[in-house]
């Protein structure tokens, strides 16, 4: 929000995207905090994603087809991938 303690809802629909663009160097960003929360209607999919145009590192967010929360990211080093099976989301 404008003093960053109002929450902004916003509904998204397919191929709808927000995006946030860091202002500044790559270091001006290292400590950027940013507080997300989903609610969806489709049981899988696309829910979040990060990526520096500088260097190439990213993260996505996303609920996988078997309904996990499924992380994958590199952030310098290699690509990982964590699915989180504690919690179903379909």
């Not at 404008?2 to 500044?24: H, M, T, W």
């Amino acid at each position: 929000g404008p003093i960053c303690a109002d929450e902004i809802g916003v509904n998204l629909r397919p191929n709808s995207i927000v995006k946030y663009d860091f202002l500044g160097s790559w270091r001006s960003t290292i400590a950027e905090k940013i507080r997300v929360g989903f609610t969806t209607t489709n049981p899988k999919g696309f829910l979040l994603g990060f990526y520096s145009n500088i260097s190439g590192e990213y993260l996505t967010l996303m609920v996988s087809n078997s309904g996990h929360l499924r992380v994958v990211f590199d952030f310098g080093f290699e690509r990982q991938e964590i699915i989180f099976q504690g919690k179903h989301f379909a």
